[in-house]
C-alpha cells in the first residue's frame, strides 16, 4: 500500500537497462517517503532475475510467469497491472519511456482513472500549496519534462489521483546499484485471476525486429556535430576522427533534419540521452533540447567559431575555430602520438 512501483520491461530473455535506472531513482524516492520500493515482471523463463533486481533495492518483487505474456501484447499486460494495482494501490508508478511503455503506460492510467506525465527527464519528492482551495498536499511527485519544445521545464504534480505515473526515457537516470547482496521478498502472482478471457484474442506467430546498427548509448566517447558543421562531406570528418578514438558519431536534431546524419544519431530531447567519458561538440550552439541529452557528459569538449554559443558555458574546454579546420588537426596529431 501507497509504496512505489517500478514495472521492469522484460523482453528478449533480458531486463531493459530503463528498469534498472528506474529501479535506483525508485530506491531514492521510496527512501523520501519511508515507503517499500516494488518490482513488476511479467513474461516467461523468469527463474532467478530476482538477482539481478534485489540490488538495487528492491523490497517486493511481484512475478507473473506465463508463456502468454512473452513477447510483449497490450491487454493481458494491462489488465494484469490495473487489477494488481487495484488490490496494492501504489502511490507512485514509473515505466521506461520505450515502446512498450509509451504503449502500456496510457492505458493503465486511463483504466485507473489517473494522470500520466511522459517522458520526464527529472523525477522529485516536495509539497504543493493550492491557495485557491487553501490546501496544502505533502509528499507529491513533482514530474519534470521539457515542454513547449524544450524552451520550458515543467513540474507537473497530481494531487489527488493515485497512483502518480510518469514514463521516463532511458539514459535520464543513473543506474546504481543499492546493495550487491541485498534481497527480495518474491510474489508469484497466480496469472489465471488477473486476466479476461479477451486479452489472449491476439497472438504473435512470428516477428521479426531490425536492430539498428548504431548504438551510441554505450559508447565512452562521442563525437557530436550540429548544424554548424555546415554539410555530410564535413560530417565525414568527425565519423573519421570517432574511428581513430573508438567512439561514435551524435548530432543535433538540426544536422539530422538537415540530412547530414541518420536519426539514429540525435542527441537530445527527441533523440538519446548519452552520458560518455568525452563528449566533443562540433558546430553545436547549445539548445536546451540537445543539452537535455548529453550535459551528463564527464568531459564536454566544444568546438565552435562562436565563442558566446551557449554550449560553450557547460563545456570543461572550448576550440574557437571552424569544424573543418580544427577537426584534421585533431586526426593528426591523435595519429602521429598514437604511434
Known amino acids: 500500500m501507497n509504496n512505489v512501483t517500478v514495472y521492469c520491461e522484460f523482453e528478449e530473455g533480458k531486463i531493459a537497462d530503463v528498469s534498472f535506472e528506474l529501479l535506483s531513482k525508485g530506491r531514492n524516492l521510496a527512501n523520501q517517503l519511508n515507503c517499500k520500493l516494488e518490482a513488476l515482471l511479467f513474461g516467461n523463463n523468469l527463474d532467478g532475475l530476482e538477482k539481478e533486481i534485489a540490488p538495487y533495492g528492491v523490497d517486493i518483487l511481484f512475478k507473473a510467469e506465463d508463456e502468454r505474456l512473452s513477447p510483449y501484447t497490450t491487454l493481458p499486460h494491462t489488465s494484469l497491472m490495473v487489477k494488481l494495482f487495484k488490490e496494492q494501490k501504489p502511490q507512485i508508478v514509473l515505466m521506461g519511456a520505450t515502446t512498450i511503455g509509451r504503449d502500456l503506460g496510457p492505458r493503465v492510467s486511463s483504466a485507473l482513472g489517473s494522470g500520466l506525465t511522459a517522458d520526464c527527464t527529472e523525477l522529485e519528492i516536495g509539497d504543493?500549496?493550492?491557495?485557491?482551495?487553501?490546501?496544502?498536499?505533502?509528499?507529491?511527485?513533482?514530474?519534470?519534462?521539457p515542454a513547449f519544445g524544450g524552451n520550458i521545464i515543467a513540474t507537473i504534480i497530481n494531487p489527488d489521483c493515485r497512483p502518480q505515473m510518469a514514463t521516463v526515457r532511458e539514459g535520464v537516470m543513473r543506474k546504481v546499484i543499492s546493495d550487491p547482496k541485498h534481497t527480495?521478498?518474491?510474489?508469484?502472482?497466480?496469472?489465471?485471476?488477473?486476466?479476461?478471457?479477451?486479452d489472449f484474442a491476439i497472438k504473435i506467430i512470428e516477428r521479426h525486429i531490425e536492430k539498428s546498427k548504431i548504438n551510441i548509448k554505450n559508447s565512452s566517447i562521442i563525437v557530436a556535430g550540429g548544424f554548424g558543421v555546415g554539410s555530410r562531406e564535413n560530417f565525414g570528418l568527425l565519423h573519421r576522427l570517432a574511428?581513430?578514438?573508438?567512439?561514435?558519431?551524435?548530432?543535433?536534431?538540426?544536422?539530422?533534419?538537415?540530412?547530414?546524419?541518420?536519426?539514429?544519431?540525435?542527441?537530445?530531447?527527441?533523440?538519446?540521452?548519452?552520458?560518455?567519458?568525452?563528449?566533443?561538440?562540433c558546430g553545436i550552439s547549445g539548445q536546451i533540447q540537445h543539452l537535455a541529452g548529453m550535459q551528463e557528459s564527464s568531459i564536454i569538449i566544444s568546438i565552435n567559431n562562436d565563442v558566446?554559443?551557449?554550449?560553450?558555458?557547460?563545456?570543461?574546454?572550448?576550440?574557437?575555430?571552424?569544424?573543418?579546420n580544427v577537426i584534421p588537426k585533431m586526426i593528426r596529431y591523435f595519429k602521429e602520438n598514437s604511434k
Open 184 to 198: 527480495c521478498e518474491v510474489i508469484h502472482l497466480d496469472v489465471k485471476n488477473y486476466f479476461n478471457k479477451t
Open 128 to 145: 504543493h500549496e493550492d491557495k485557491k482551495e487553501k490546501k496544502i498536499y505533502k509528499n507529491l511527485l513533482y514530474q519534470i519534462r
Open 308 to 324: 558566446n554559443a551557449p554550449i560553450n558555458k557547460i563545456a570543461n574546454y572550448v576550440i574557437q575555430g571552424k569544424v573543418e
Open 243 to 281: 574511428s581513430l578514438l573508438g567512439g561514435e558519431v551524435g548530432a543535433t536534431r538540426a544536422a539530422v533534419d538537415a540530412g547530414f546524419v541518420e536519426h539514429e544519431r540525435q542527441v537530445g530531447q527527441t533523440g538519446v540521452t548519452v552520458r560518455p567519458k568525452v563528449y566533443i561538440a
